[in-house]
């Protein structure tokens, strides 16, 4: 890609938007990172970005959703993640399918539907509720003091592997692979870790992927009740996943939906914590509250800061001429602050009606598959928390890793305020 500044007739690159290339900068207190997204906002169209390539940053909640809904323009191939996924690990390990576009993606897309049939989603919430319950029972036992680790990591982490059918003893490596393959995704490191860290990740892919397809062998043989086993049997149109598509698939879910609910629960505790006037408002009718109060968590911590595309064909969007190899950032973090849609948009309101938060992607063919089962879990999960007779709060300010690409949190001291 040509920098801006040489092409004729092109903007040169905008000051405004070079502290996001920093990495001081999303290390940066949260509230400093939302004061920079709204400057950008004020601005007539989007800034350049000069990180690595550089790239044009899309802040309102109108650009992002409209950059979502036009794939064959702002395009996810060759990948949506910074920086985007070399050749030859692609080659390796498969495209997953929020890298893919056309008619690659809605063949994979639609396969993977399928497999969620109605009586399979069933019995995954009434996993949700035991997995919740069990979960809230061993910590009001046990009474840990880090939050992550002892309540927001188990709970997808246990409901995603229940649903795909992952026998009991690849459990807790499992859960070592996915730690280690996402600990450092958007965050700054000296030249050493860049240089090791890569490896140990792809490492950890790489195993969790090997293990994964030799459940699928077993499950082509011998198919059981589970998500793995209708993954790879064919369908009524013949249709099934190829080992590495169910290792990629896998890696997705793993990574994607057992990350993103665990930081959206984890913000959650702490929103709930800070503003105890929405929490009381919580328990008065939790039933009737519940499903605003999970929306307006994950409009407010927006587990998923970001995601790249890279322009195909030409496209004006607010002002700005995209061309053919512009690549662009979808900053969902910024578009769920937006004030021309969320009225008080920093107040953290769980009566906030309507919502229509980007936290699960701006709509279009790569809308997350999985948004229904990450507010069931997070309501079970919640219900369970909040309901006891324990007063469960956080203590002090969450560990945040400093991501560019997710508000991933590190830990979270929690306490109970009676015995």
């Known amino acids: 890609m040509t920098l801006p500044a040489q092409r004729p007739g092109r903007p040169q690159a905008q000051a405004p938007g070079r502290e996001l290339a920093e990495p001081a900068f999303w290390q940066a207190p949260p509230a400093h990172r939302l ?16 990180e690595g390539t550089g790239h044009w940053a899309l802040v309102r ?17 060759p990948g949506v993640t910074t920086p985007e996924p070399a050749r030859w690990v692609r080659a390796l390990f498969g495209d997953s399918m929020v890298n893919l576009d056309g008619a690659e993606h809605a ?29 809230v029972d061993d910590v009001l036992d046990r009474r840990p003091d880090e939050f992550v680790e002892a309540v927001a990591s188990k709970l997808p982490l246990e409901v995603i592997c229940n649903m795909m059918g992952i026998p009991e003893r690849y459990r807790a490596e499992i859960a070592d692979r996915v730690n280690h393959a996402s600990e450092n995704i958007g965050v700054d490191r000296g030249l050493t870790a860049r240089l090791r860290m890569p490896g140990r990740g792809l490492r950890a892919l790489a195993r969790m992927q090997r293990m994964v ?4 062998r077993e499950r082509r043989e011998n198919p059981t009740d589970d998500l793995i086993s209708a993954l790879v049997c064919a369908n009524v149109d013949g249709e099934a996943l190829g080992a590495r598509q169910l290792g990629a698939f896998f890696s997705l879910l793993m990574v994607a939906g057992v990350e993103t609910t665990r930081n959206a629960i ?34 407010h911590s927006t587990p998923i800061i970001q995601f790249r595309r890279t322009v195909v064909a030409e496209h004006t969007l607010n002002g700005h001429a995209f061309v053919p ?29 309507p919502n229509p938060h980007l936290g699960f992607g701006g709509g279009g063919p790569h809308f997350c598959l999985g948004a229904h089962l990450a507010r069931v879990e997070m309501k079970a999960l919640f219900r369970e928390l909040l309901t ?9 300010l969450p560990d945040l890793a400093g ?3 997710d508000n991933r949190v590190r830990s979270l001291r929690f306490a109970f305020e009676q015995p």
């Open 35 to 50: 004061a920079a997204f709204a400057r950008l906002r004020a601005l007539d169209t989007p800034v350049f970005v000069p």
């Open 61 to 77: 909640h109108a650009d992002v959703q409209e950059a979502s809904r036009l794939p064959k323009v702002f395009a996810s191939a």
């Open 107 to 135: 063949q994979l897309r639609k396969i993977v539907q399928r497999a969620f049939t109605p009586r399979l989603l069933a019995a995954a919430e009434e996993d949700i509720h035991a997995v919740a319950a069990r979960i």
């Open 213 to 216: 397809a030799g459940i699928g």
């Open 266 to 299: 984890t913000h959650g505790l702490t929103l709930l914590t800070d503003n105890p006037d929405q929490r009381d408002l919580l328990l008065a009718d939790f039933e009737a509250r519940a499903d605003g109060a999970v929306d307006e968590i994950i409009r």
């Open 325 to 353: 190899g512009d690549k662009v950032v979808l900053y969902y973090a910024s578009a769920n602050r937006d004030e021309a849609v969320f009225p008080d948009t920093d107040a953290f309101d769980i009566t906030r009606s």
């Open 388 to 396: 006891r007779p324990v007063g469960l709060r956080a203590v002090g």
């Open 403 to 405: 991501s560019s690409f």
